[in-house]
């Protein structure tokens, strides 16, 4: 089976527009960007995928120690790019989907033109000077929940890092999407991605990137964004206004708004 098909790509736009490829984050689907990628239809070719497990991937094709690593993920983005046969890529990577585009980035830098991360964090985990928002024993808590309570989690989760307590509809539709995830399968992902630790990488990425810093980010605070402009060897760091984690749903308009500003559109 092709890669396209084992991760459900979807193209819109000029095909022979730029390619912009972009990546969803933990528990989340293609469909989350809804309201990005129209913005940039009549300027790029717009490639959208699921990560394996996760929407309309092939779940057959699901490889437990090929995904103990993000570089699984990586090398996915990979092999999709190779075999749409795409180049001078903007690649928009939101949360854990910003370090898996990083690195792509450093894989296969011919590839790749530019990086849109959206809420990146390279560590979760405190360490020493380093502040990643979340203690070892927060990060123990969180994942022996999920791992024990799924739907629970979900639902007590999804609006804590949604934010915006006054839009309930859209911490609604993320745990919803949280809950069409298989738990097993999103248990290791969660793992896999909140124990991760790039930021040996960061000064790897000769790609240049904007970094787009939400506001009282539960997941990725500010220090995180801060840590992760001033380490990658050529980026801008733009503070949105917008509140929690996913400003892809809860402030699209700024988000595009940033992105076309970076992109000169």
């Given at each position: 089976m092709s890669a396209c098909a084992r991760h459900n790509v979807v193209t819109h736009g000029r095909l022979e527009g730029r390619p912009m490829v972009l990546a969803h984050g933990f528990g989340c689907d293609q469909h989350m960007w809804r309201h990005?990628?129209?913005?940039?239809a009549d300027t790029?070719?717009?490639?959208l995928f699921d990560h394996m497990g996760y929407g309309g991937s092939d779940l057959s094709a699901y490889d437990p120690q090929r995904y103990d690593s993000l570089r699984g993920y990586a090398d996915d983005v990979l092999a999709i790019l190779e075999e749409l046969d795409l180049r001078d890529v903007v690649f928009v990577?939101?949360?854990v989907s910003a370090m898996i585009g990083a690195l792509a980035a450093i894989e296969a830098p011919d590839r790749f033109g530019r990086l849109v991360l959206i809420g990146p964090s390279p560590r979760y985990i405190d360490d020493d000077?380093?502040?990643g928002g979340f203690t070892r024993e927060d990060i123990d808590g969180l994942l022996a929940s999920l791992e024990s309570n799924y739907l629970g989690w979900s639902g007590t989760m999804a609006p804590v890092i949604m934010g915006n307590p006054d839009r309930p509809e859209l911490g609604e539709e993320l745990t919803n999407s949280f809950c069409r995830t298989d738990p097993e399968i999103a248990a290791r992902f969660a793992r896999t991605t909140f124990l991760s630790d790039n930021r040996a990488d960061l000064a790897r990425v000769t790609t240049p990137a904007l970094v787009l810093q939400c506001s009282q980010d539960v997941i990725a605070p500010d220090t995180v964004g801060r840590y992760v402009h001033e380490h990658l060897p050529e980026s801008e760091l733009v503070q949105l206004t917008a509140t929690g984690h996913c400003p892809n749903l809860s402030a699209p308009e700024e988000t595009v708004g940033a992105m076309r500003s970076y992109l000169g559109l």
């Open positions: 990005v990628w129209p913005a940039f790029h070719r717009i490639v990577g939101h949360s000077d380093y502040v």
